[in-house]
């Protein structure tokens, strides 16, 4: 506070940043430094979920107060609240532990009784909860539960179809008024890929798995309308546990719903071809050469 936190309020009065914020995932700690400075905004980190509710003691109603915005960040718990109660399910990059397992089936139940998507349902929690805390906002650091970080299309890219919800079956109760009305299907413009997730965007990704190719595959991105890049600084120099790391967070760009095809460069051979191989699982189009890249359109239901 003695250091950093003088030179960003300096930089704030001078205009040369609009807002100062602290990111962590402790709410008691985000609590802390809201009582110690004044901050713009907070990012907690898996802190505020269907599971973790320690927040709603001290942090979130001191910003409700002060009126500073909170930025819900890792919504699912790094995992269980997106999967479920699921062998192998993660809770803050853990193996859950068994009592967290049962919380979860709990409100999965819960959920199911009211004919509400398990996703959906920790997705929209910490936005809705948020109007008891005198109007406090608390938007979600992505979009949805699987939209993240390749940001909008440089052209507006039509959809092929209606993607839409399950109907909640006759006499479950679950009816959602709006204005009066019944709502029983909602949908949305989208694109079902070709292993069943949706997208509601359409990119080409052009993919550099070797820092020597960054470059390049920044060029091709210039040249291809709409085409999103993602490069890395390493490549086959990482060994051991960081390249198996690097190769999964690489795979999922690639195999992610808003992508629709892949072309993949890089200086070294082996590591192009198993990140190919990787995402061909998804059975999207994707490539090392890109004369045999032919991006189709995924059809919707």
Known sequence: ?????????????????????????????????????????????????LLEHAALDDFLPLCA???????????????????GASAGAKYFYQPAPPEILERTRQL?????????????GAAVHPRASGRGLGGLRLPLAGRSG????????????????????????AGSGARTAQRGRRMTSPAFDGFRRPDGVVGVRNHVLILSVTGLT?????????????????????????????????????????????????????????LVDEVVASIALTAKPVSADPRRLRPRRAHAD
């Open 108 to 120: 999965e139940a819960v959920c199911r009784a009211i004919a509400c998507r398990w996703r959906r």
């Open 146 to 169: 699987h939209e993240h970080g390749l940001g909008r299309a440089a052209d507006s890219r039509r959809a092929v179809g209606r993607v839409e919800s399950r109907t909640p079956a």
């Open 214 to 270: 960054g470059p390049t595959a920044r060029r091709i991105g210039r040249a291809v309308p709409g085409a999103r890049v993602v490069t890395t600084p390493y490549g086959s120099g990482l060994v051991g546990a960081d390249a198996a790391l690097q190769r999964r967070a690489l795979t999922a760009f690639g195999a992610h719903p808003n992508v629709g095809a892949v072309l993949v460069i890089g200086a070294s051979p082996p």
């Open 1 to 49: 506070m003695n250091g950093a936190y003088r030179a960003l309020l300096r930089l704030k009065s001078e205009g040369v940043v609009r807002a100062i914020g602290v990111g962590i995932k402790g709410a008691d700690v985000c609590a802390r430094f809201a009582r110690a400075g004044d901050f713009d905004y907070f990012m907690l980190a898996g802190g505020y979920t």
């Open 65 to 83: 107060k002060q009126k500073r915005a909170v930025i819900v960040a890792s919504p699912f718990n790094s995992g269980i609240l997106a999967t």
